[in-house]
């Protein structure tokens, strides 16, 4: 694909409520998963989460919509774009998520089952905060509206599909980027499943035991060169690749093969050797970990890599827009973190993520993920002019 101009970037996670606090946090290489707050559960296992702390509620908006707006306004921001001034441009708003508008009001379904005739105004609020619709109500953008909800590869989807939007001419900038938050449908969800760690996660490692949960959300302000009229471009979007293997409802495939397609389409003609570095998805869950690491062994052998998400938790729809946010942000500095809780590496997966904080070269990097369903989703982003 032609190269798209991210002009702007914002970020909120557990890390920070801006994208500096968030990378200061990253590079500082400390992390404090906690029990949640947030609800309560009758689970024995107090198992730690990554929440954003002391994020105010907003009246009839879920705090997946207003996590989202708030990432939103600093992207906007960030780009140095006026509001006011975006209102005569064909903006589009592109944003991932995975269960944030769906699963949040278990009193009203508690009544509901039990024949009772509950106020549908908990209803209402879930169908207000769609995503993509509260951002675009906010700033009152008239272009295209979409809630990407494809599991954990939403986010980065969410880019791909915006970028699509640029070069194909539909718009001249697109918000894009992907927000989740926690909740406790999610929360026992996850522990069911038994791919939950009741220790900070350990992502690549030999003795990985599951994900921590997080909650966040990443947006990337995307432009069309003749919308940025010579702005300088934080980033860019080189490539974009998306395969579904199909496999199983949660595990993904053996040997990958999705994986490796998504990766091939979103490469398609950059050399590996081009890359600086792959930021994975690394849950820390034992079949994740195994597959992802021995794709990266076979496709892009040499290449360093690392999860985020030992930092950040796994914030589910936002995950693959807050780590592309990082990516595009470490090709600024010139070096990425450490890859946090790895000790041991596993002799099955064949490589073995940086353990301390890396000077990098080269002007590319990918980041992909990985989803339930058998989705791969995949990004190559591009070096700044800010850079």
Not at 233 to 244: I, N
Request: hydrophobic content about 40%.
């Amino acid at each position: 694909m032609s190269p798209v101009a991210i002009t702007g970037l914002g970020c909120i996670c557990t890390l920070g409520r801006t994208l500096d606090a968030c990378m200061e946090g990253l590079f500082r290489g400390g992390r404090e998963p906690r029990p949640t707050s947030r609800f309560t559960t009758s689970h024995p296992i107090r198992y730690p989460v990554f929440e954003v702390p002391d994020f105010p509620e907003v009246p009839g908006m879920l705090r997946t919509s207003a996590l989202g707006l708030h990432a939103a306004r600093e992207a906007i921001r960030d780009a140095g774009l006026d509001p006011e001034a975006l209102k005569g441009l064909r903006v589009g708003v592109c944003m991932g998520t995975t269960v944030g508008s769906a699963m949040n009001d278990e009193a009203f379904c508690r009544a509901h089952r039990a024949g009772q005739d509950p106020d549908l105004a908990p209803m209402v609020r879930i169908l207000a905060s769609n995503p993509a619709a509260v951002i675009a109500r906010a700033f009152d953008f008239k272009g295209p509206c979409q809630t990407v909800v494809n599991a954990c590869s939403s986010g980065t989807d969410a880019i791909g599909l915006g970028a699509s939007w640029i070069q194909a001419g539909i718009c001249d900038v697109v918000v894009a980027g992907g927000a989740d938050e926690l909740g406790r449908i999610t929360f026992d969800g996850f522990i069911s499943l038994k791919i939950t760690d009741p220790g900070p996660c350990k992502p690549f490692d030999q003795h990985r035991r599951g994900l921590n949960l997080g909650e966040g959300a990443g947006v990337l302000v995307l432009e069309s060169e003749r919308s940025r009229a010579g702005r300088a471009a934080r980033s860019f979007v080189l490539g974009y690749g998306s395969a579904c293997d199909a496999y199983h409802p949660t595990a993904p495939k053996p040997d990958g093969a999705g994986l490796k397609r998504a990766i091939a389409e979103a490469l398609a003609g950059i050399a590996p050797s081009q890359l600086a570095f792959v930021n994975a998805h690394g849950t820390g869950t034992p079949d994740n970990d195994r597959v992802e690491g021995r794709v990266l062994a076979e496709v892009l052998p040499g290449v360093p890599f690392l999860s985020t998400k030992g930092y950040t938790g796994h914030t589910l729809g936002a995950a693959g827009a807050i780590e592309a946010i990082f990516s595009a942000a470490c090709l600024e500095l010139g070096r990425i973190p450490a890859n946090i809780g790895f000790e041991t590496p596993d002799p099955e997966l064949g490589a073995s993520p940086v353990t301390a904080a890396t000077a990098i070269t080269g002007a590319m990097a990918l980041s992909q993920s990985l989803a339930f369903g058998g989705n791969n989703a995949v990004v190559i982003l591009g070096k700044g002019e800010r850079a």
